[in-house]
């Protein structure tokens, strides 16, 4: 089953900047559509962005759009979430995987680490 390696969390302030990166062994990410999803404690999994297999498309949930931006490069078999403008209710563990949703995702795949982002003065 594919694996996914997040990277690039960390702790910003207000306001700040971070690039998350998504690595992947033993699958082709060109292949699939891809997703950067979030979680905090006690809440449910958020679907943040998704990008076509192409990158030619993408889409963003309302509460990061106009501040994140979902990008890959199949070449490197890499997905990349740019976030600026971070607020704290931005703060969570973000995970990348197939764009099918939660549900699918943990139905039918396999979650990596995530990455903690922090966001807080």
């Known amino acids: 089953q594919a694996r996914m390696e997040e990277s690039g969390g960390g702790l910003v302030q207000p306001g700040g900047s971070l690039r998350l990166s998504c690595a992947a062994s033993?699958?082709?990410?060109?292949?699939?559509?891809m997703a950067w999803y979030r979680r905090t404690p006690g809440s449910q999994c958020e679907l943040v962005a998704s990008?076509?297999?192409?990158?030619?498309?993408?889409s963003y949930a309302d509460s990061v759009k106009g501040r994140f931006s979902i990008s890959r490069d199949n070449a490197k078999n890499m997905v990349y979430l740019q976030m600026n403008d971070l607020k704290p209710e931005d703060t969570a563990v973000y995970y990348c995987?197939?764009?099918?949703?939660?549900?699918?995702?943990?139905?039918?795949?396999?979650w990596g680490p995530g990455t903690q982002v922090t966001v807080s003065s």
């Open positions: 995987n197939a764009d099918g949703g939660c549900t699918y995702v943990d139905t039918y795949g396999s």
């Open positions: 990008i076509t297999n192409d990158g030619k498309d993408a």
């Open positions: 033993d699958v082709t990410l060109g292949s699939y559509a």
